[in-house]
């Protein structure tokens, strides 16, 4: 279950609006609930440009009181910013865990201000091409993370040599909410092989048809 219970972190640096920032604490539970403005003017980069004048700014900064239930975390009035969004992993959950895992691999990218990953398709086992195997890896991705994440759906040549409907699976992926797909037009995987360039073409054109994106290896065997 989501940890409800309310934190707040005091004493940082929010931007405002470009080299404008306020101090604030922001209360939050598993999501941001409030901005607390600690400092009712804006104050610009230029007064905070040394050590020197930020400890002197902060001296004049009253100390936040909170009831003793609340969990409190010290920001050391430094600078808060957006988390990082990672738009290129494999973290290899299910299947290829002996090289990484959503546990190891969420973890490094929250200890960098990585708040949101989206994982790759084919270094799944089975890989993200259809509506089961995503539902498969969803399952197997419960209670497993430290932050958020989303799936890219995969288009893969064995699914063209199997005569498989491509177009369907592409629609019922997008319908449950991939990022984005991905395929190669060069492969060194048995399980998610590459596609032709005839193949890679009406594989755009059915993606065309969800609005999604298309990301592709692009090297040529040529």
């Known amino acids: 279950m989501p940890d409800k219970s309310i934190k707040i972190l005091k004493n940082v640096f929010l931007s405002t609006n470009e080299n404008q ?3 604030v604490d922001i209360q939050f539970a598993d999501r941001i609930e409030k901005i607390i403005y600690r400092t009712s003017k804006d104050l610009d980069w230029k007064e905070i440009d040394s050590t020197e ?3 002197k ?7 936040s009181e909170y009831p003793s239930d609340n969990k409190i975390y010290d920001g050391e009035f430094l600078v808060v910013i957006p988390g990082g969004i990672d738009s290129h992993v494999h973290f290899n959950t299910p299947g ?3 090289r990484d895992d959503f546990e190891h691999g969420s973890t490094a990218a929250a200890f ?3 708040t949101t990953v989206i994982d790759m398709p084919c270094t799944s086992l089975p890989p993200v091409t259809n509506k089961n195997n995503f539902e498969a890896k969803l399952t197997a991705l419960k209670n497993r993370s ?3 994440y989303s799936f890219y759906g995969g288009v893969c040549g064995n ?3 199997n005569n498989i409907n491509i177009e369907e699976q592409i629609k019922d992926l997008a319908d449950k909410g991939v990022a984005a797909f991905k395929t190669y037009l060069i492969s060194g995987m048995s399980t998610f092989a590459d596609l032709d360039e005839e193949r890679i073409l009406q594989t755009a054109k ?3 048809n969800t609005n999604k994106s298309m990301a592709v290896h692009a090297e040529d065997k040529k």
């Open 21 to 23: 920032l306020k101090i």
């Open 53 to 55: 004048k930020r400890n």
């Open 57 to 63: 700014l902060v001296q004049q900064i009253k100390e």
């Open 96 to 98: 290829f865990e002996d």
């Open 112 to 114: 960098g201000g990585v």
């Open 146 to 148: 430290l932050i958020d």
């Open 159 to 161: 699914d063209f040599d």
């Open 206 to 208: 059915w993606i065309k």
